[in-house]
């Protein structure tokens, strides 16, 4: 349960702000672009800062640098909630996700520290039970604590909730990394050990597959408030309701795959996820140019493309993660960086995409379907470099 919460920072950090997206324009007086830099900024800083959590996490242990990745988001989280001004906020929030990110890098390489790579797999979709659940109450409790006590107690509650885990790891989280696995923080071997990753192929291929998969997530989730509050009249409240129930969907997705489907190779699993994000992201993509189906037809091809997440992403990561034991920190970290890094980059696209309606959405969740299919056609067809069945 842990493990899972400091998964779970992420969607926590996102997703509970998402129905407050359109008042904030009003509060502070911006563009729709302005506000959505929020966003966009939080996932660079959630990209990048995983970067360097990975040489940390083999040097220092697992435990050491969560406790100040977490101090770090407490104090961002109630600084995010005194802002002023949507400059401060955005600023605020690149804070937050350089102490959020240290809980993601640290729960994976603690999954590959304790499991050998025939289970990483089934505990990463475990841990998508726990990750799920955010999306579901994240919303729907920042929407209720929207009307009740206004947005900036919407950071005040993040900010507890990163103190309880906090609490958490200090009395219930063991240390887990191996003593003979210890690395120096020198430069050439940081970017030696980097290289590694970057050469193998199959590491390469799953994770920028599990990027796209979560860039076109990501651009679903930049762009459902705009679109079904501003667009389709959707409350606030109401919003938490749809957005949650396509939360169940990928919890959904990763108890098949964690339970039902243990035993059919990650690799054919996770290329059927694709091919239907696939078709998914091309179906929305048609749907919304042609204006047609209203917004059930809308609904629907987002529900499975966002619900084939949790296939992908606990099967990618068993992938990436199985042959690179020794260097789990780094592994997990760079994982991170190209699933938050193209996030990030999807979420830019969509604000340079000029359009008052859902057709910027649709465009960056179709490209995204296509790269990714094509990726895993190109790289993880054939496994490269592993010799573990997972």
């Known amino acids: ?174 240390e887990t990394m191996h003593p003979g696995t210890v690395h120096r923080l020198e430069p050439r071997k940081i970017l030696a050990n980097y290289g590694t990753l970057a050469r193998d192929r199959t590491f390469l291929g799953t994770a920028l597959v599990c990027g796209f998969a979560a860039s076109g997530m990501f651009g679903y989730i930049a762009s459902a408030p705009f679109v079904f509050i501003n667009l389709y009249g959707v409350s606030p409240q109401h919003f938490g309701w749809l957005f949650g129930f396509i939360a169940v969907g990928i919890i959904g997705a990763s108890q098949i795959n964690g339970r039902a489907l243990h035993g059919i190779p990650a690799e054919r699993v996770l290329r059927a996820a694709v091919a239907v994000q696939f078709v998914s992201g091309s179906a929305l993509l048609a749907v919304t140019l042609a204006q047609a189906g209203g917004f059930a037809g809308l609904y629907v091809p987002l529900y499975a493309y966002v619900a084939c997440v949790g296939f992908v992403y606990p099967c990618g990561a068993a992938l990436a993660m199985a042959t690179h034991a020794r260097i789990a920190g780094f592994a997990s970290a760079l994982l991170g960086t190209l699933q938050f890094g193209i996030a990030a980059i999807s979420t830019i696209l969509l604000g340079a995409i000029e359009s008052a309606s859902a057709r910027p959405m649709a465009i960056v969740i179709a490209v995204c379907g296509a790269c990714g299919i094509l990726i895993d056609l190109a790289f993880v067809g054939r496994r490269h470099n592993t010799s573990v069945s997972v």
């Open 1 to 174: 349960m842990l493990l899972g919460a400091l998964t779970a920072f992420a969607p926590l950090s996102i997703d509970m702000y998402l129905p407050a997206l359109p008042l904030l324009e009003q509060v502070f007086r911006a563009t729709t672009a302005e506000v959505q830099r929020t966003l966009v900024t939080f996932l660079i800083g959630f990209a990048l800062a995983q970067l360097l959590y990975g040489p940390l996490a083999d040097r220092f242990g697992r435990k050491r640098p969560l406790y100040g990745s977490l101090a770090l988001f407490v104090a961002a989280s109630v600084a995010c909630g005194a802002s002023n001004s949507v400059g401060w906020l955005t600023a605020f929030r690149l804070l937050q996700a350089i102490g959020a990110c240290g809980g993601q890098v640290m729960a994976r390489a603690m999954v590959r520290d304790l499991f050998e790579p025939t289970e990483t797999r089934r505990v990463f979709s475990m841990l998508f039970l726990v990750l799920g659940v955010s999306p579901i109450a994240a919303p729907l409790a920042g929407g209720y604590i929207l009307l009740w006590f206004g947005w900036r107690a919407i950071f005040w509650l993040q900010a507890i909730i990163g103190l309880a885990c906090l609490v958490g790891i200090h009395f219930r989280l063991p």
